[in-house]
């Protein structure tokens, strides 16, 4: 493999910068399972503060944030609705039905995004036979969906279809800071509406560890029981949340870095012959490619080996993903690997 690796599997892959480590080596901390620990309080209240929510909670991944959200709002025989392809659905092992006993029902979105009406339709009518419809689950920006981004007209309806029926809400808003930047909306306004909202701080913002889960006082004392219960109170923590505040104050704004990016890797990739990329649906840092024929597999061992990681998602499809891990000459990189293994003259 060449030496510089350009690792676009995931926005997961960052390190932190010699100034987060800084941060870090210099926090201050305590037993915050005790409530001790003066960093992690303080990355709560000002991740609270940008979500406009009362209280949050810091949370070891994002899937726990959201399986304690889940946990939080439901009773064991539940259904909770969320789209086809939402990461609650497919990536959490299970742990909806295992931890919280709920049944998922899925609603047929559009690259994740669903409309008030399908929240309408899967609605269940008060009657013995059927589970309870608790919960409704929104991603945004939507990870399988391509990074898309949800208008936010759309969210209040289907937040409001939602209440109306007296079923609560939660946001799985890993990339919440992206949707925000790229859409120049504040993240309080997309978690306007929610009961609850989870966020993560070791994707695009870069922080090694961590996510937060928001709500009302009431939620987060409940959460904070769950969060115990399934193994995630820790203690000295503020040595991995001072790394999340560094992120929230310096990392936030440059995601329009990584967006950029993954708009020219779209651009470079649509000149390549036998490789299929919509170019306007690159909406943050996703860019999801296709293969015109035959299998990823070999494409991929192949930028594999000049140094270039990316993730195979589908027989013919894959994923990459612009962080602070990748800068522009190493997006050119990845264009040029990708015409050597398509067979591509270089440009
Ligand atoms: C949309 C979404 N939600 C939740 C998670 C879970 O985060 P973690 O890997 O910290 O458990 C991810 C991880 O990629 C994600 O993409």
């Known amino acids: 493999m060449a030496s510089e690796v ?6 997961t892959v960052t390190k932190p910068t010699d ?22 309080a303080e990355l709560e209240r000002r991740t609270a503060e940008i979500l406009g929510q009362d209280a949050a909670l810091f949370m070891p991944s994002g899937t726990m944030a959201n399986q ?7 009773q064991p025989g539940d259904e909770m609705l969320a789209d086809a392809n939402a990461h609650i659905y497919w990536y959490e092992a299970g742990g909806s039905a295992a931890l919280s006993g709920v049944i998922c029902r899925l609603l047929p979105g559009e690259r994740g995004v669903f409309s008030a009406a399908d ?11 059927f589970p309870p419809t608790r919960l409704l689950a ?37 990339r919440l800071w992206n949707a925000s930047v790229a859409a120049g909306i504040p993240e309080a306004e997309y978690a306007r509406d929610f009961d609850s909202v989870s966020v993560c701080f070791s ?14 006082m009431e939620l987060v004392a409940r959460a904070r029981r769950f969060r115990k219960q399934f193994g995630g109170g820790m203690r000295q923590a503020g040595i991995i949340a001072a790394g999340a505040l560094y992120a929230l104050a310096h990392h936030r704004e440059r995601l329009a870095d990584d967006h950029t990016n993954a708009k020219r890797l779209a651009r470079g990739l649509s000149g390549v012959p036998g490789i299929q990329v919509n170019r306007d649906r690159i909406e943050t840092n996703m860019v999801y490619f296709d293969l015109e024929h035959g299998s990823a597999t070999s494409l991929v ?42 067979g591509a003259p270089p440009q």
């Open 203 to 216: 994707k695009g913002l870069g922080a090694p560890v961590g996510s937060a889960l928001a709500g009302s």
């Open 6 to 11: 350009v690792d676009l599997r995931s926005d």
């Open 19 to 40: 100034a987060m480590r800084q941060a870090m080596a210099e926090a201050e901390v305590g037993d915050d399972v005790l409530g001790d620990d003066p960093t992690v």
């Open 68 to 74: 304690v959200a889940i946990r939080c709002h439901t």
């Open 301 to 342: 061992e192949h930028l594999r080996e000049a140094g270039v990681l990316v993730l195979q998602t589908g027989e013919r499809t894959i994923r990459a993903v612009t962080s602070l891990a990748v800068d522009a000459p190493g997006i050119t990189r990845a264009i040029d690997a990708v015409r050597e293994g398509m």
């Open 119 to 129: 929240v309408r339709a899967a609605l269940r009518p008060a009657d013995i036979h």
């Open 138 to 174: 929104v991603e945004n920006t939507h990870n399988r969906g391509g990074g898309t981004i949800w208008p936010l007209a759309q969210l209040r309806d289907v937040c409001g279809v939602a209440r109306e029926a007296g079923v609560r809400t939660h946001l799985d808003g890993a």
